[in-house]
């Protein structure tokens, strides 16, 4: 039989050192390389919030996102990621036509930290290596940058509008509405009290505005639905949608860049004769459509 006092030596052992003798919090950071993990707080900016998600993400998000004012905060954030894509290929930054070689009282980030940015419907996350350039450069240029972006006089009542870098590329697809292609067409019709026709002309007519990608890599979320074309998604995704797909979700409307389950109203797709891919992994960038561009669809009978 074991011994008590050795069972509490092989206990002791087992214990790691620190657990007898806690380290000081202070000496977790005692050295200059762990000054850039240092967590970041919350910060509230104008309309927007901005936090840490971990020590290598900070996230920008509308406080209040509110119909009126969705589709202005939709092109700052837009206009914040350019900027941000510029620094990443160590340009001179352009922010809204006004050029920013250097921020007053901000020591800019190494360009080289910057690993990603990824704009969503009213946020924008920036992914970047702390080891290169501390949380808290990051944290100070997103929030000078927001700042005078979000402060810039703007017609409330324009046009939604994007950087002319993006807003040329205008892109048109195809598209084979209703019958076998589009079998959600007719039950939109009758939610909407429209005819089919109308449906498929009032689609047709509007130019759209890709806001993000998401939900799957290369799906567009296009915005500018004409108001009494909305219809709320299904209360059961079909298990099967196939690529190509054009869809209609609440105030939404997008296409199905590839095979997927889904749960939005499917009133068309994409003609066989389009041959570019909406997604292609081995081309750059891997997504045909991108924030900014706008997209119209054309009606076809091939």
């Not at 209040?64 to 350019?82: A, E, G, K, V």
């Not at 920013?100 to 901000?106: A, D, F, R, S, V």
Request: charged share 20%; net charge negative; aromatic share 6%.
């Amino acid at each position: 039989m074991v011994s008590q006092a050795r069972v509490q030596t092989m206990d002791t052992e087992q214990q790691p050192p620190s657990a007898s003798k806690p380290l000081p919090a202070e000496a977790l950071f005692s050295s200059p390389l762990a000054d850039n993990l240092k967590p970041a707080l919350a910060t509230t900016l104008t309309e927007a919030r901005l936090y840490p998600i971990g020590e290598t993400a900070l996230v920008l998000e509308a406080l209040q996102p509110m119909l009126r004012s969705q589709h202005r905060f939709q092109r700052n954030i837009l206009n914040l990621s350019i900027a941000l894509n510029q620094l990443k290929e160590k340009q001179t930054i352009h922010f809204s036509g006004l050029s920013l070689p250097k921020l007053e009282h901000l020591s800019l980030p190494d360009h080289s930290s910057l690993l990603d940015i990824v704009p969503g419907m009213n946020n924008l996350t920036l992914i970047f290596n702390p080891l290169i350039s501390s949380i808290d450069s990051w944290q100070a240029l997103l929030t000078a940058l927001w700042e005078r972006e979000i402060n810039k006089p703007i017609d409330e009542h324009s046009n939604l509008s994007f950087p002319h870098s993006h807003a040329e590329q205008l892109i048109e697809f195809p598209i084979i509405y209703g019958g076998d292609h589009g079998p959600d067409l007719e039950l939109v019709a009758e939610h909407c009290g429209l005819s089919s026709d109308d449906i498929i002309a009032a689609h047709s007519e509007a130019e759209y505005i890709v806001y993000f990608i998401g939900f799957q890599p290369g799906f567009a979320y296009l915005v500018g639905l004409a108001p009494q074309l909305i219809t709320p998604r299904k209360g059961k995704p079909r298990t099967h949608i196939k690529a190509g797909s054009v869809g209609i979700g609440g105030s939404q409307t997008g296409i199905y860049p590839s095979d997927s389950p889904g749960g939005w109203q499917i009133i068309g797709r994409l003609s066989p004769r389009y041959k570019h891919k909406l997604f292609d992994a081995h081309r750059s960038p891997p997504s045909l459509l991108q924030a900014g561009n706008r997209v119209r669809f054309i009606p076809c009978n091939d």
